[in-house]
């Protein structure tokens, strides 16, 4: 089994995007059983909240649902316990760095690298674009599954 964390830094926008089209995407493949797939926060500022509003209007328009998800803080066992560990910026990517003390085992991975589009996702909290986070988190991912399944076959 494949366990994925996609992180951002609230789990209120982006890593809960992620891991619900991600999720949406190992479904419809039949891949369940294959995965684990979660989200996570660098912070404490929204634990316990829902998925913003805006973010689940826009999985909605894609009929994807994240009914139940609320934010949770990454912890220092996560890094045992995922197999990789997708960060939406570099400041996800510090501060994953700090908590786990390195990437020794080199599983800390950019969403963005596994799209045309090398960087960072588009933040929605600056921008208010939740169009564009959408289609860089949709675009990650669908890289990133690809990969991952060619490794599955």
């Not at 799209?115 to 208010?128: A, H, I, K, N, Q």
Request: charged share 25%.
């Amino acid at each position: 089994m494949i366990k994925i964390l996609f992180v951002c830094h609230g789990n209120i926008f982006r890593s809960p995007m992620a891991e619900f089209i991600m999720k949406e995407l190992v479904d419809k493949a039949g891949l369940c059983n294959d995965f684990f797939i979660a989200s996570a926060a660098t912070s404490a500022e929204e634990l316990g909240n829902p998925v913003y509003l805006p973010a689940r209007r826009k999985l909605a328009e894609h009929n994807i649902s994240c009914a139940g998800k609320t934010a949770r803080r990454l912890t220092a066992a996560d890094y045992a316990e995922y197999d990789l560990l997708i960060g939406m910026d570099n400041a996800n990517m510090r501060n994953m760095r700090h908590l786990f003390g390195g990437d020794p085992d080199k599983k800390l991975k950019m969403l963005m690298d596994y799209s045309s589009r090398p960087g960072e996702v588009s933040d929605p909290w600056y921008t208010g674009d939740f169009d564009r986070a959408y289609a860089d988190i949709d675009e990650g991912c669908r890289g990133l599954f690809k990969i991952l399944i060619q490794d599955l076959m």
